[in-house]
């Protein structure tokens, strides 16, 4: 059953999803979720696959009521959630009852949160993906009045006496902290920047003002580039650490444009990508150098984090009955493959499984 | 059959950049886009795309699916197997481009003919006297990357690049010519604008023309410029 999200605060809120994997073939950035740990997990909490549509929340308060009853998840930054009026648990699936409203307060320790639900929401894609493009005026930005209409609708799931939290998923959650340590291997100009590359590593750096989802900026101790050739265009990497200016450094995100002309000194790691979405501008941040077999072996390490607690939610949810999208390869090769999102399947009739539904609960609480 | 050279860089744990170094910019050109061109029809696990430029190439991919080794290894099979069939290659797509150029439509006219020591009609006639070979789709949003027209001298970039450039704008820089499709911010010059939309975002590819199509200027003037408004462009007949 499709149900409707009403926006009643809208903050800083978009719908996206993992990125657009096949802009940057056509010049577009690849955009979506910039801290994408937090992103995979907040969907795979609430049995979706990794890459369906959810709300990226950047600093500010948000307040959405649902129509019907649905199940959510939150990750990424810490904050206040209440679902009429309680105080409920981040990084856990979380029921939401029709009428109710979910209250996302005073983020701290991090920028951006993830609001998945169960089932996702109805919204349009470019090239596959869903995730704004602020340069070709694609996307949905969530305001005051606007609504959302999800696809699916789960019957409240409830501990029966005490109103414990339900779900224990143990998933280990990203530290976020004021001042990150950033994992970047050698970019493929770091000769060009001579003795001076060293200094990345020897300085500290504040986060600039005007850093967004096209990039950091950064203050501090500048490398300088000893040649002065022109470079031609091409095509640079989510990541690339570049000296654009005599007043900044530049660390590329998600949004950046696919090619430039500026040498490419380092490049920040997959995982280090995700602790910088959670920067804000005042922050200090600490470079480390690292290999480029090191971060795949830690990236991997995170992502079998990610592989486990899917299979987890893929057990819960099977003793609740409710569906889920736990086979991992379709949901990864859905991220990167050249056919859009899958086929939705129909949902449970969520009130035939009330038996099952005790049983869990019954083994929650032992 | 000859064996082309390319030399592959890691650009950390999702991406790398691949170089052709045959010595022939045309060969260079010629081997990043057919690489790129295989590399995404091939439908291997785990790599997202690439992205050809001029010389370059990034090709980016999941680093849980596969790695950076693998796809090293991807890329030197394609290499031989691209070296064996050749490069297939498409008939190019012809495209006309009305500009007004001068004045609010090319703010940058003025000082590109100075630092070149030609008057601005001179320009003009340099910028529209050839046919552009589309090299690649870059940022903005598919602008179609191009050789330079054939001023003596390169064009250098604006000391203070513009917080905004509107879409339609044409610009040069170093030996480069482009086309803006979408406004965003530019530190390249800017000699004139066209009043056609290139870029649509219903429809994929979102840009009617790819690398090795071929495109003219033609000049227009202020009055043309309000008659074509809002017209896409469309390949010439």
């Known amino acids: 059953m499709t149900g409707t999200l009403l926006v009643q605060q809208g903050g800083h809120c978009v719908v996206t999803d993992l990125g657009r994997v096949r802009g940057p073939r056509y010049g577009l950035p690849v955009n979506g979720a910039l801290d994408q740990y937090s992103a995979r997990a907040a969907n795979i909490l609430v049995g979706n696959k990794d890459n369906e549509p959810l709300l990226e929340i950047t600093a500010l308060d948000v307040r959405l009521r649902s129509t019907t009853d649905i199940l959510i998840s939150v990750t990424g930054a810490s904050l206040t959630l209440t679902v009429g009026g309680r105080e409920c648990p981040q990084w856990e699936p979380v029921s939401v009852a029709a009428g109710e409203t979910i209250s996302i307060r005073t983020m701290t320790g991090g920028l951006r949160a993830y609001l998945a639900i169960h089932g996702s929401v109805e919204t349009p894609s470019l090239l596959g993906s869903c995730a704004p493009d602020t340069v070709v005026g694609f996307g949905h930005r969530l305001m005051e009045g606007d609504s959302l209409t999800t696809r699916r609708s789960v019957r409240p799931i409830r501990q029966p006496y005490f109103d414990l939290p339900l779900f224990r998923l143990g998933l280990t959650r990203p530290g976020i902290s004021t001042h990150p340590v950033i994992d970047v291997t050698d970019g493929p100009d770091i000769e060009e920047f001579g003795e001076t590359a060293q200094k990345l590593f020897t300085g500290t750096y504040t986060v600039g003002d005007r850093s967004n989802h096209i990039g950091l900026r950064l203050r501090g101790d500048l490398p300088e580039r000893q040649l002065t050739s022109e470079v031609l265009s091409r095509g640079v990497p989510v990541g690339a650490v570049e000296v654009p200016s005599r007043d900044e450094l530049l660390v590329l995100h998600r949004g950046r444009g696919v090619t430039a002309g500026y040498p490419v000194m380092a490049v920040v790691t997959s995982l280090s990508l995700d602790a910088l979405a959670q920067a804000r501008p005042g922050h200090l941040v600490t470079f480390r150098h690292t290999t480029v077999a090191e971060a795949s072996a830690n990236y991997r390490s995170a992502m079998r984090e990610l592989d486990k607690l899917r299979t987890r939610v893929g057990t819960v949810f099977g003793l609740l009955g409710l569906e889920s999208d736990t086979s991992e390869s379709e949901t990864r090769q859905l991220a990167g493959s050249q056919s859009a999102r899958g086929k939705e399947h129909p949902s449970p009739d969520p009130s035939m499984n009330s038996t099952r539904n005790i049983d869990v609960k019954h083994n929650n609480a032992s | ?237």
């Open chain 2, 1 to 237: 059959m000859t064996t082309t050279t390319v030399e592959v860089h890691e650009a950390g744990d999702a991406a790398l950049r691949i170089v052709a170094a045959t010595g022939d910019r045309e060969r260079d050109w010629q081997t990043v886009h057919a690489l790129a061109g295989w590399l995404d029809s091939s439908g291997m696990e785990g790599i997202h795309g690439a992205v050809p430029t001029y010389d370059s190439l990034l090709v980016e991919f999941d680093a849980h699916l596969t790695s950076a080794r693998q796809v090293r290894a991807i890329v030197l099979m394609a290499m031989r197997q691209i070296d064996f069939v050749g490069a297939t290659s498409r008939a190019p797509q012809q495209f006309e481009v009305p500009v007004a150029y001068g004045g609010e439509f090319g703010p940058d006219l003025e000082r590109v003919a100075d630092h070149e020591g030609l008057d601005v009609e001179e320009i003009i006639r340099l910028h529209t006297a050839k046919s552009y070979v589309i090299r690649c789709l870059g940022a903005p949003a598919g602008s179609p990357m191009m050789d330079g027209p054939d001023f003596p001298l390169p064009v250098p970039r604006l000391k203070d690049p513009r917080i905004s450039v509107p879409a339609g704008a044409v610009s040069v820089a170093g030996r480069q010519a482009v086309i803006a499709p979408a406004s965003a911010p530019g530190g390249w010059c800017v000699i004139g604008q066209t009043p056609l939309t290139l870029l649509d975002a219903s429809r994929e590819p979102l840009v009617p023309y790819l690398p090795g199509d071929v495109l003219r200027f033609r000049r227009i003037s202020a009055e043309d410029f309000t008659r074509y408004d809002g017209q896409p462009l469309e390949v010439s007949l």
